[in-house]
């Protein structure tokens, strides 16, 4: 029964949206055929495509669909008025444009790649049905920027109107997730690994964080690739949008912060002293169990770095005996304190509703290129599948073969956009199936006795109302959509035209044979394995290391973080001996402490010989990485070189004056130790190793 809770028991937000895509349907499909357009159902597809659970989302959507199709439709009118003579040549133009597109959508990771699809598929759905008729291919796209936009007007408007303001609302909810999940892993920073965990009523490990940072790190990032949608359906949200992103990215930043000094702390156990972390615990508590107590939460922290701070000045006469192990533990306690502190004043702010200054919204970090060679590959496997589906159309006179190269435009262009082109193609399949199955009961048994609108309506609205319900729910969302797409290909309600079985059942196999050639070509065309991908972008990860000692914080670690999310972690069983997880946060840490070393190095004024070797460590740790995976010798290696400086650069610091300076010094000391820290925990990923090897704190203390 669980499996059939989305349709026996499906939760209101999700019957919203369903009712929201039963209207937009009902309403699109009556406009369409007032306006007595040529295919009604083009519209419905629309709308099919379209639909989302957030309305802000739509709103974006809509837009990038209208600005797609309408460059398709230059681009088709283009294209029939240099080729029409030859099918050969159009064909091959085809197939060059769509590849272009494909190749274009796989290089970004927001609406700039929906964008790009639609200017590929559409441009084949317009050029394949004018090239019948040549001269239509000016009135074939008119009719299809007429759907499009009748589509996306209408879907924003329903969802806008009995919806709004729930973008806003998912990313309050959101944020106030993610507070409570950094106030639980606030509270596992301290713990004793030695302590039972029914003690801490806490399942995670501090001596191995990564599964539960990744976690943590989903639902940080997700806040930001949330809020950029927010202001499109509640208009209020754009006085307070720049607020709320300088919110997201500090959170994304004290994640990097609790991560680097987690991953240190697990290399020692119960041996060191953590009570500076543990002032922090009241804190940390109150914001796990209600985020927005702000004022209680402020002082908490405010009470915490006051007490961190005092301890440290009543025992200023022992500085040179600390540590640098002590010296992390309290740099990085009153840097959490007093970075978290300003973080739940921000909250406070949102959750007052109080407005920051109105500029020009900065470009998000997702609208970067990603990934060229996946994206080269992926641009190779759908072009070989419409050059097969485009040989098969131009030799071969049967009209299902149209909606096949269509079907198979959208595919192709489609898994540009997603991780797993195959399980794609698989829930391609599985949804053209239920439509089928669907399509042929509203065609057959239900249809012949529509009378009118009304009577139309009651056919299709069950078949749209579960394909919503499916589509509101992750793990079948893909199957859903696929499934209402084809369903509304399949009937075909176009001003009263029904399909005889025959035409149905060529329809249905061209749909099919689309699915198996966009599977196949994507299976053969230069295949990779999961472990394979694994270690591509686990490379790609360690290319943005290399890259990110400069320029933007915000983009290395968004662009870092969200190459974290998309790693394939199933294939990492252990047999290539590399933890996915952990090599990934020991490079985010990396970028992260060696992007502090160089500033606060110049800041404290060490010596030129510190400064030049702070230089050239962060120059070879640059070289070490620009190409994927270094010689774990040479991370072991440099992991000592860096420690050894740590140790150097804070015995300097602590004869600094004034103490500005000294603080200074000793947090360049810090990131140099947490930057040795790093390279340990990367070498440890990569080898499995026993970590004999790894020296951390003292010049005496192995790990």
Request: include cysteine.
């Amino acid at each position: 029964m669980n499996r059939l809770a989305w349709l026996l028991a499906p939760s209101a937000e999700n019957l919203s949206f369903a009712i929201r895509c039963c209207i937009s349907v009902a309403l699109v499909l009556y406009l369409a055929f007032w306006l007595q357009l040529d295919n009604a159902y083009w519209a419905f597809i629309n709308v099919a495509i379209l639909i989302q659970p957030l309305p802000g989302f739509l709103v974006v959507r809509a837009f990038s669909r209208l600005l797609g199709t309408f460059v398709a439709g230059i681009v088709s009118i283009t294209l029939i008025a240099l080729f029409a003579q030859s099918y050969t040549l159009f064909c091959t133009s085809l197939v060059l444009w769509v590849g272009l597109m494909v190749f274009c959508a796989s290089l970004f990771r927001n609406n700039m790649s929906y964008g790009f699809v639609l200017a590929g598929y559409v441009t084949m759905i317009v050029g394949v049905r004018a090239m019948s008729d040549p001269s239509t291919v000016f009135s074939v796209a008119v009719a299809r920027t007429a759907e499009t936009a009748l589509a996306a007007v209408v879907a924003a408007f329903v969802s806008v109107l009995l919806a709004p303001g729930i973008t806003a609302r998912k990313y309050r909810a959101a944020r106030i997730d993610a507070l409570k999940a950094m106030g639980a892993q606030f509270r596992r920073i301290d713990r004793n690994p030695e302590a039972s965990d029914a003690q801490h009523g806490d399942p995670g490990d501090p001596n191995t964080p990564h599964p539960e940072l990744h976690e943590l790190v989903n639902k940080t990032l997700a806040l930001e690739q949330t809020r950029q949608y927010a202001r499109y359906d509640e208009p209020a949200f754009a006085e307070y949008d720049r607020l709320a992103r300088r919110l997201d990215y500090e959170l994304l930043s004290l994640v990097s912060a609790m991560a680097s000094l987690q991953v240190y702390l697990g290399k020692f156990g119960d041996r060191i002293d953590r009570t500076p972390l543990q002032r922090l615990d009241e804190a940390a508590a109150l914001l796990e169990k209600d985020p927005n107590d702000t004022s209680s939460i402020k002082l908490a922290f405010s009470k915490a770095y006051n007490a961190v701070l005092m301890n440290a000045r009543a025992d200023r006469q022992n500085d040179r005996k600390r540590s640098l192990v002590d010296w992390v533990i309290i740099t990085r306690a009153l840097d959490l304190a007093n970075r978290m502190r300003a973080a739940v004043i921000k909250h406070g702010l949102l959750l007052a509703e109080k407005k920051s200054a109105r500029n020009t919204p900065r470009r998000t970090e997702f609208a970067t290129t990603v990934s060229l060679r996946e994206s080269l590959r992926t641009t190779a496997r759908a072009a070989t599948a419409i050059a097969v589906g485009a040989a098969i159309w131009a030799t071969h006179d049967e009209p299902a073969l149209s909606g096949m190269m269509v079907l198979l435009a959208v595919l192709t262009t489609l898994f540009a956009l997603g991780d797993d082109p195959a399980g794609g193609a698989k829930g391609f399949g599985i949804g053209g199936l239920c439509a089928g199955v669907a399509a042929f009961i509203a065609n057959f048994a239900l249809l012949p006795a529509v009378n009118g609108f009304v009577m139309l309506m009651v056919v299709l609205m069950p078949f749209v109302f579960v394909a919503s319900l499916a589509m509101a729910t992750p793990q079948w969302a893909l199957i859903g959509r696929i499934s209402l797409v084809q369903f509304a290909l399949l009937v075909n309600p176009a001003n009263g035209a029904r399909q005889d079985f025959v035409s149905f059942a060529e329809a249905f196999m061209g749909a099919e044979l689309a699915v198996v050639l966009a599977l196949a070509a994507f299976a053969i065309i230069l295949p990779v394995t999961p472990r394979d991908l694994l270690r591509e972008r686990l490379a790609g990860m360690f290319g943005e290391l290399a890259k990110g000692f400069t320029g933007s914080r915000e983009r290395f670690e968004t662009r870092v973080y969200d190459r974290l999310l998309r790693l394939p972690v199933a294939a990492d069983q252990g047999r290539t001996h590399v933890s996915a997880r952990q090599a990934a946060f020991s490079a985010v840490n990396m970028g992260i402490e060696a992007r502090s070393l160089r500033v606060l190095t110049t800041r404290a004024e060490f010596d030129p010989e510190i400064q030049q070797a702070v230089h050239d460590e962060l120059a070879e740790l640059e070289r070490m990485f620009a190409h994927g995976y270094p010689p774990v010798k040479d991370v072991f290696a440099m992991q000592t070189r860096t420690n050894a400086l740590a140790r150097q650069m804070l015995t300097q610091a602590l004869s600094f004056t004034p103490r500005l300076r000294l603080r200074h010094g000793v947090r360049a000391a810090v990131a140099a130790e947490l930057v040795a820290a790093a390279l340990a925990d990367y070498g440890l990923a990569r080898e499995n190793a026993d970590g004999t090897a790894i020296r951390l704190g003292e010049a005496d203390r192995v790990v």
